[in-house]
């Protein structure tokens, strides 16, 4: 049975209704991470070293800031006087745990878990601190026989992981927006 104009037009209110809500909630839409950041600049000190892993300090701390400046809306500040924020991250744990061993030798392992673990704090402009978090992050290394020290071979990998979850503690939205320079 074709519609006729009186038929047609009680589906009009309900549609308008929803064209309204849609439009009204896309008004409100910003591209682009949230304006909650902590702050504009952030100055990153050199990652302190408490495990035995060596060479790691570097690598990490350049990580850092190359993920801040990856992100967008917090950039990474070249010495502690033109930032807002300084952040000091301390490598507080490593753990590498045999995961299976070689076929030939069960007391050599073929892989390992590793789990290394940061210690971070946000000094605000006046030298307090303004937030402390702790992150980790984990990889597995497959040795090979043929190289001695494999476990080496992972570590860009994990650092650069717990360069994004460091990025993440510091950026998450904040309950109040800090003020920054």
Same mark, same amino acid.
């Given at each position: 049975?074709?519609?006729?104009?009186?038929?047609?037009?009680?589906?009009?209110?309900?549609?308008?209704?929803?064209?309204?809500? *849609?439009?009204? #909630?896309?008004?409100?839409?910003?591209?682009?991470?949230?304006?909650?950041?902590?702050?504009?600049? *952030?100055?990153?000190? *050199?990652?302190?070293?408490?495990? %035995?892993?060596?060479?790691?300090?570097?690598?990490?701390?350049?990580?850092?800031?190359?993920?801040?400046?990856?992100?967008?809306?917090?950039?990474?500040?070249?010495?502690? &006087?033109?930032?807002? %924020?300084?952040? &000091? *991250?301390?490598?507080?744990?490593?753990?590498?745990?045999?995961?299976?061993?070689?076929?030939? /030798?069960?007391?050599?392992?073929?892989? %390992? /878990?590793?789990?290394?673990?940061?210690?971070?704090?946000?000094? #605000?402009?006046?030298?307090?601190?303004?937030?402390?978090?702790?992150?980790?992050?984990?990889?597995?290394? %497959?040795?090979?026989?043929?190289?001695?020290?494999? &476990?080496?071979?992972?570590?860009?990998?994990?650092?650069?992981?717990?360069?994004? &979850?460091?990025?993440?503690?510091?950026?998450?939205?904040?309950?109040?927006?800090?003020?920054?320079?």
């Amino acid at each position: 049975m074709p519609q006729g104009p009186a038929q047609s037009s009680h589906a009009l209110p309900p549609l308008l209704a929803l064209a309204v809500l *849609v439009l009204a #909630g896309c008004a409100a839409y910003s591209p682009g991470p949230p304006e909650t950041a902590p702050a504009r600049s *952030v100055f990153v000190e *050199v990652v302190e070293n408490e495990t %035995y892993l060596p060479q790691v300090t570097a690598l990490l701390s350049r990580q850092i800031r190359e993920t801040f400046a990856a992100r967008g809306g917090t950039t990474p500040a070249a010495s502690p &006087r033109q930032a807002a %924020y300084i952040l &000091r *991250v301390t490598l507080s744990d490593l753990e590498q745990t045999p995961r299976a061993a070689l076929p030939a /030798d069960t007391t050599r392992a073929a892989s %390992y /878990d590793i789990r290394l673990a940061a210690a971070l704090v946000l000094i #605000g402009p006046g030298g307090e601190t303004a937030r402390e978090s702790s992150v980790e992050a984990a990889t597995i290394a %497959y040795l090979n026989p043929a190289l001695p020290d494999a &476990r080496h071979h992972a570590l860009p990998r994990l650092t650069a992981d717990l360069a994004q &979850r460091i990025a993440d503690a510091v950026l998450h939205p904040w309950d109040e927006p800090a003020t920054g320079r």
